[in-house]
């Protein structure tokens, strides 16, 4: 292993992983570090030559798996992650390794020996069984989600929904009509399960429907802060990284 690919939107996630890198193998040359992806699809599309990419599997801009519906990535990936619900057994069958964070320098060097040993059959297998998942879960998306309330489950539909918002391990789903809903998901379950087209992530609190922005303010350091047509309990910053992403995503879905 010798030249190495970070995707990672945690700044001290990737300077720690870094670290333990060089001290594994100091003549490593980590070859770029990506925070998004956005920037992941616009980098990989040029060709890299690289022998394994470290990739989080939640980025500020949506899951990680929206840059292999993109582009096609021909190396290695080792997935780290700090959600040990997400789908653990998927992750572990279909790429090089998983590491939950936090992680330690011995679990790394285990990923690291586990990639030194496998032949080219076996990455190619690999690497076909995660273009196939990809595949599978962008079709697999749902219209109506179930929700608990009081004693009752009630179906609410996709075009009711205005946004979903997580605090403190909870996400709450909020409709166009302002009703709130516990939902039994996390974040990154449900941007596996939305459509894209007419759900965004905003960040790493709020998923939000495109029927749901009212205005777009431009806000300090490049960044954006969107109105809603319905009360947010915090505000919502698109991050400096992710304000094109954002606005092509809003032009398409209303062009559609």
Request: charged share 30%; no cysteine.
């Amino acid at each position: 292993m010798k030249r190495v690919v970070i995707v990672e939107d945690e700044t001290a996630a990737a300077v720690n992983l870094r670290n333990m890198l060089k001290s594994i193998a100091p003549d490593v040359d980590i070859v770029e570090v990506l925070e998004s992806v956005e920037e992941s699809v616009e980098f990989f599309s040029r060709g890299v030559d690289a022998d394994v990419v470290f990739m989080d599997i939640h980025l500020a801009d949506g899951d990680s798996f929206r840059i292999f519906r993109s582009v096609d990535i021909n190396i290695p990936i080792i997935f780290t992650t700090a959600y040990d619900e997400y789908a653990l057994e998927a992750f572990k069958v279909n790429s090089i390794d998983y590491l939950l964070k936090p992680f330690k320098e011995e679990d790394l060097r285990r990923a690291l020996d586990k990639l030194h040993r496998l032949t080219a059959s076996e990455r190619s297998a690999q690497q076909e069984r995660r273009e196939h998942m990809v595949v599978s879960a962008a079709g697999d998306t749902v219209q109506t989600l179930l929700v608990r309330y009081k004693d009752k489950i009630i179906p609410v539909k996709l075009d009711e929904i205005a946004y979903f918002y997580t605090s403190e391990d909870h996400v709450t789903l909020t409709t166009l009509d302002e009703r709130n809903y516990p939902v039994e998901k996390t974040l990154e379950a449900l941007a596996q399960q939305l459509p894209m087209e007419k759900f965004y992530r905003a960040n790493r609190q709020f998923i939000i429907s495109r029927d749901a922005v009212r205005d777009i303010a431009v806000w300090f350091g490049s960044r954006l802060a969107l109105n809603l047509t319905v009360e947010t309990p915090e505000r919502i910053i698109i991050s400096k990284a992710r304000v094109s992403d954002f606005k092509q995503w809003l032009q398409t879905v209303h062009l559609t």
